[in-house]
């Protein structure tokens, strides 16, 4: 069996048509994500016979599982639909491993085409889908999975409001038009039921400030040594954000309620820590992955300042923990034009998505990197849980 041919009988696609493989996974995609939210749909009567498509062979179901009685495939969708609208198996309804490789590639893709499946990964998907080891994915396997899996590939949202304090503000280190930040954060976090701010919280001894470096001039970039080993260059920022001083604190016209969920950085004095994942070098974690995780967020949303520091460099660390992430520029400021522009680009490199708060989408983005971890809680024999879904 050298391959497997998506076709949809609604479309006619031909078979030689090189982007029918892509309308199918969008297709494909689009089925699952309407189940989920189309409970009152009406289940199909089971297929009582394989129907004739329009490509060079033909593709049959099998003909045990046509004899079943229909049985809902996701929120009242029956198996029968999906046999119908994507009969996408070889002639023995399986798929060889070649195939189903192919076939997970290209529907990571279409949920997130930033998102890249390790070996590990497709190892787990394969081992769920083909458990005997036997070199094929059955039909009948593959659409009793794909009914447990594909609800999980939609989390929640989550605004992450970046260092809105006292020294950023109208402090040490002030950034421009920062107030105004303030205020568009607190009218944007209306939209969000999920929502976590960070926080600088320095020692008085921290590598950053100029006055713990004789010489030096302010804003100035001096190569120090690392605590992972290495050397690199630190700019030199005023004092700001001492842990316990006012300067620390958030703006006082800064909305923060009960349920949101702080997370500080930036605490050891050897290094620095613009991103609210990690410290520069990556040797130091802090909280704000296992908040979001615990939390079933799939996607975020980086606010505050600045904009070409703390706030891009959280955006992009996000990128590598696996969310889906949008930098809402009339919800920022930059320390300067010129880092704001190259911050910019990297950012669109990595796929963050760069928007204002009037663009954010009504829909929540999926995350294959769900439907892969409750792949490994089924292998695992655990109970099936949300909260420990991202990397």
């Keep these: 069996m050298s391959s497997w041919i998506p076709c949809h009988p609604s479309k006619q696609q031909n078979t030689n048509d090189s982007s029918s493989g892509s309308n199918f996974f969008g297709d494909l995609v689009s089925f699952f994500e309407n189940a989920c939210a189309s409970p009152s749909r009406q289940q199909l009567q ?10 060079k062979r033909d593709v049959v179901i099998h003909s045990n599982y046509q004899q079943k009685p ?9 198996d029968a639909e999906l046999a119908r609208n994507f009969n996408f198996f070889t002639r023995d309804a399986a798929m060889d491993p070649k195939a189903f490789n192919e076939f997970l590639d290209q529907l990571f893709h279409e949920i997130n ?32 999975k794909m009914r447990e899996l594909m609800p999980k590939v939609v989390g929640n949202r989550a605004l992450i409001i970046i260092d ?13 038009e920062g107030i105004d930040v303030v205020h568009a954060v607190n009218d944007l976090r ?18 950053s400030f100029v006055d713990n470096h004789p010489g030096a001039q302010v804003f100035s970039s001096k190569r120090v040594n690392l605590p992972d080993g290495t050397s690199g260059e630190q700019v030199m920022w005023p004092r700001h954000c001492v ?30 820590s613009y991103s609210g994942f990690f410290d520069n070098c990556r040797s130091f974690e802090t909280r704000l992955r296992a908040e979001l995780r615990s939390r079933n967020v799939s996607e975020v949303f980086v606010v505050g300042l600045a904009y070409d520091y703390c706030v891009g460099f959280t955006a992009l660390d996000a990128v ?3 969310f889906v992430v949008y930098v809402l520029e009339d919800c920022t400021r930059a320390v300067a034009e010129d880092s704001q ?41 655990k109970k099936k849980r949300i909260n420990s879904l991202l990397c």
């Design 243 to 272: 842990q316990y001083t006012e300067g620390a604190e958030f703006h006082n016209e800064l909305t923060v309620t009960n349920e949101d969920f702080v997370v500080s950085k930036g605490l050891d004095s050897r290094v620095d």
């Design 190 to 207: 209306q939209k969000f039921d999920i929502v976590g701010l960070t926080r600088d919280w320095h020692p008085h001894d921290h590598i």
């Design 46 to 55: 089971p297929v009582s016979e394989a129907e004739p498509q329009n490509n």
């Design 70 to 78: 229909p049985y809902s495939l996701v929120d009242g969708l029956s």
């Design 113 to 144: 085409p930033n998102f890249v499946a390790t070996g590990e990964d497709k190892d787990v998907m394969i081992s769920v889908f083909d458990p005997e080891r036997t070199g094929f994915v059955s039909f009948s396997t593959f659409t009793h």
């Design 341 to 381: 522009k190259k911050m910019v680009e990297s950012l669109k490199k990595r796929g963050v998505h760069v928007i204002n708060s009037t663009q954010i989408p009504e829909k929540i983005a999926m995350n294959p990197r769900f439907m892969i971890e409750a792949a490994r809680d089924m292998l695992q024999g």
């Design 320 to 322: 590598d923990c696996g």
């Design 164 to 176: 809105l304090q006292n020294d950023f503000v109208h402090g040490s280190l002030a950034v421009k």
